[in-house]
């Protein structure tokens, strides 16, 4: 069974996801633009996701 942090996360996912390619790379810039340390790598490790996700799915 999922932790309510696991469910949350994927929700989170699943938003960012339904997003349209030019949403979510600005999401990917404010990110990796951000002043938290934690912010920042969220942004890498995201950016690193969307970019697998494209190149197997294809852009949204």
Not at 17 to 27: I, V, W
Not at 34 to 58: F, I, N, W, Y
């Amino acid at each position: 069974m999922k932790s309510k942090v696991e469910m949350h996360a994927e929700a989170i996912l699943r938003r960012v996801y339904a997003l349209p390619a030019c949403q979510q790379d600005r999401l990917v810039d404010y990110l990796l633009a951000h002043p938290e340390p934690s912010r920042r790598a969220m942004g890498k490790q995201l950016k690193d996701v969307l970019t697998l996700q494209r190149l197997v799915g294809g852009v949204q």
